[in-house]
């Protein structure tokens, strides 16, 4: 199981060490939260940095088939040449690849699964990528599923459908059960951070095998908080 390093920073051990899943094609990484994957306003490291660490013999690095905000953690997924990147961005735009998030929400829905259809659209261009609840903006599903209750939280199992900027922490928060840690959206918590994770990606990557499932572990900052929240069976807290 891979461990958190300290936010925005990874070393080329580190990258390494991070490595959830390899063939031929694709690569699947844990990123670490606090580190983004390609430069921004706020500029300093990136995950692009540390690419060239994945390249395997190959005389390209991999490059990223999508992408996870700055604070969220988890599966990454990184095609590893030109025409694995292609097939990659195929099944991704085509909304064939399945992904699973894991959250800590601030209360909770009264059922245990549902859906939230709400279009996103970006808000005041001032405030760089922050989204709102927009009936004219572009259309948003996520489905979720209740993992566990406790304390005034709850563990929920996020399915994006659309792949729309903060999709997740928008539709959460619009709901009135914010994800934990969220400062943007939510209510936030000083020195806690965002209880949102790319648990799991599913890719059909070979038309005649079985598609590839890769999971990645909590990261160290969830862990306490999913340990107090009572799984159902079949829901490992790990």
Not at 37 to 57: N, S
Not at 71 to 98: I, Q
Request: hydrophobic share 40%; net charge positive.
């Amino acid at each position: 199981m891979t461990q958190d390093r300290p936010k925005g920073h990874i070393s080329r051990s580190d990258i390494l060490t991070r490595l959830l899943y390899r063939d031929a094609l694709m690569l699947v990484i844990d990123k670490p939260a606090g580190l983004p994957v390609h430069p921004d306003a706020k500029g300093g490291e990136t995950l692009a940095d540390h690419l060239d660490a994945l390249r395997f013999g190959l005389p390209r690095r991999p490059e990223l088939a999508h992408r996870l905000d700055r604070d969220t953690s988890g599966c990454l997924v990184l095609g590893r040449h030109r025409k694995a990147l292609e097939r990659l961005s195929r099944l991704f735009a085509d909304n064939k690849v399945s992904k699973t998030y894991w959250a800590v929400v601030v209360g909770g829905p009264e059922a245990d699964a549902g859906a939230i259809m709400l279009a996103l659209s970006p808000r005041d261009p001032a405030q760089g990528w922050r989204m709102q609840v927009d009936p004219a903006g572009l259309p948003a599903l996520t489905r979720w599923q209740v993992l566990g209750r406790g304390g005034g939280l709850t563990w929920l199992a996020l399915e994006p459908v659309t792949g729309r900027t903060h999709q997740l922490r928008v539709h959460c928060a619009s709901m009135g059960w914010p994800i934990l840690g969220d400062r943007v959206y939510g209510r936030g918590g000083a020195g806690q951070g965002l209880h949102l994770y790319a648990r799991a990606v599913t890719v059909p990557l070979y038309p005649k095998r079985d598609p590839i499932t890769v999971e990645a572990p909590a990261p160290a900052g969830m862990q306490e908080t999913l340990a107090m929240l009572k799984g159902k069976e079949g829901h490992p807290s790990g």
